[in-house]
């Protein structure tokens, strides 16, 4: 794994952050972990109806979903690959939440190719702290990045992943973008993305910015996924 001081990228942290994460942490403890996302049932059971792995997540989650339920899962998805599955299916179902196409797509992601073998070999390398190469291997039809980060950040809280791989979509990548740039910090080493914010694949970028925010929630002494979820706004 790439460390930020090998490839001389780490960068203080910005005043604004500090003061934002600081802020919300005070207000909301770990109400980050809390947040559900609901989702419409009979448009997935028309994509999913038939699915094991589906009808299994619908016996035990019976509510709306939160990112604490992630981490419900622990090593079991480094064992079971109808663990792993399940664990992809929740967090397209938390991701997607109500949007109405979400159903469909991850149906096409999972109607990829070897997608259970790709689903293993990702949350291994996440195991193994390998996060630009788990967002190389994670290549599933109409998974996109955002998508991609959604379900590496899953596993790691599945997983207790220290460093914590986390999202990165594109409001996450336009307010830190605006940050760095606000700050005269070269945004490049840490983020790929077009001029509106849509992240671009680039595994290396992922894994600095990873690394980066993790550096700082050391420093700040609050969870990686507080300044994510400071960014998000």
Same mark, same amino acid.
């Given at each position: 794994?790439?460390?930020?001081?090998?490839?001389?990228?780490?960068?203080?942290?910005?005043?604004?952050?500090?003061?934002?994460?600081?802020?919300?942490?005070?207000?909301?403890?770990?109400?980050?972990?809390?947040?559900?996302?609901?989702?419409?049932?009979?448009?997935?059971?028309?994509?999913?109806?038939?699915?094991?792995?589906?009808?299994?997540?619908?016996?035990?989650?019976?509510?709306?979903?939160?990112?604490?339920?992630?981490?419900?899962?622990?090593?079991? /998805? *480094?064992? =079971?690959?109808? +663990?792993?599955?399940?664990?992809? $299916?929740?967090?397209?179902?938390?991701?997607? &939440?109500?949007?109405?196409?979400?159903?469909?797509?991850?149906?096409?992601?999972?109607?990829?190719?070897?997608?259970?073998?790709?689903?293993?070999?990702?949350?291994?390398?996440?195991?193994?702290?390998?996060?630009?190469?788990?967002?190389?291997?994670?290549?599933?039809?109409?998974?996109?990045?955002?998508?991609?980060?959604?379900?590496?950040?899953?596993?790691?809280?599945?997983?207790?992943?220290?460093?914590?791989?986390? /999202? *990165?979509? =594109?409001?996450? +990548?336009?307010?830190?973008?605006? $940050?760095?740039?606000?700050?005269?910090?070269? &945004?490049?080493?840490?983020?790929?993305?077009?001029?509106?914010?849509?992240?671009?694949?680039?595994?290396?970028?992922?894994?600095?910015?990873?690394?980066?925010?993790?550096?700082?929630?050391?420093?700040?002494?609050?969870?990686?996924?507080?300044?994510?979820?400071?960014?998000?706004?």
């Amino acid at each position: 794994m790439q460390t930020l001081h090998d490839n001389q990228v780490c960068v203080s942290i910005p005043a604004a952050v500090r003061a934002g994460v600081a802020n919300m942490t005070a207000c909301d403890g770990d109400i980050r972990l809390e947040e559900v996302g609901s989702y419409n049932k009979e448009s997935w059971l028309q994509h999913f109806g038939q699915d094991a792995d589906f009808q299994a997540i619908l016996l035990r989650f019976q509510r709306p979903i939160s990112r604490q339920d992630f981490t419900s899962f622990g090593t079991s /998805i *480094l064992e =079971s690959s109808s +663990a792993t599955r399940q664990l992809f $299916l929740i967090t397209m179902l938390w991701g997607y &939440s109500t949007i109405g196409y979400g159903a469909w797509r991850t149906r096409k992601m999972m109607d990829t190719p070897n997608a259970d073998r790709i689903l293993q070999e990702t949350v291994s390398l996440i195991a193994k702290g390998h996060f630009a190469d788990a967002y190389s291997a994670l290549r599933l039809d109409r998974c996109g990045p955002a998508f991609m980060a959604k379900f590496l950040y899953a596993a790691g809280l599945a997983l207790e992943a220290d460093p914590l791989p986390l /999202i *990165l979509d =594109s409001r996450v +990548a336009v307010a830190l973008k605006s $940050l760095f740039d606000e700050n005269d910090i070269n &945004s490049r080493p840490f983020l790929s993305c077009s001029k509106d914010g849509m992240v671009r694949h680039d595994p290396i970028c992922y894994e600095r910015y990873v690394l980066l925010l993790n550096h700082w929630a050391k420093e700040l002494k609050v969870r990686p996924d507080d300044i994510e979820a400071y960014l998000f706004g």
